[in-house]
């Protein structure tokens, strides 16, 4: 179970990152083609990441609970 939880922590902080990236690179395409000035608040950038953990965590609990109660050769057969 904890195997699942790594994994979908992981997967949801490097989706987390992705996304803030993304976002810094919309606000500078949007600014340069509005001529303005845009900025990105590092606290609701934080906020944003938790939230992306969060989800990853609470939607990687099910999959991973459910695995974790199956033999090893029926998980795999199961989820492949």
């Given at each position: 179970m904890v195997q699942f939880l790594i994994e979908a922590m992981t997967l949801s902080i490097l989706g987390g990152v992705l996304g803030i990236f993304q976002g810094l690179a919309g606000i500078e395409i949007v600014a340069v083609v509005m001529n303005s000035t845009l900025?990105?608040?590092?606290?609701?950038?934080?906020?944003?990441?938790?939230?992306?953990?969060?989800?990853?965590?609470?939607?990687?609990?099910?999959?991973?609970?459910?695995a974790s109660r199956l033999r090893p050769i029926d998980a795999l057969l199961y989820f492949a």
């Open positions: 900025t990105m608040s590092v606290p609701i950038a934080l906020m944003a990441l938790a939230f992306s953990i969060a989800i990853g965590v609470i939607f990687g609990m099910y999959p991973a609970s459910k």
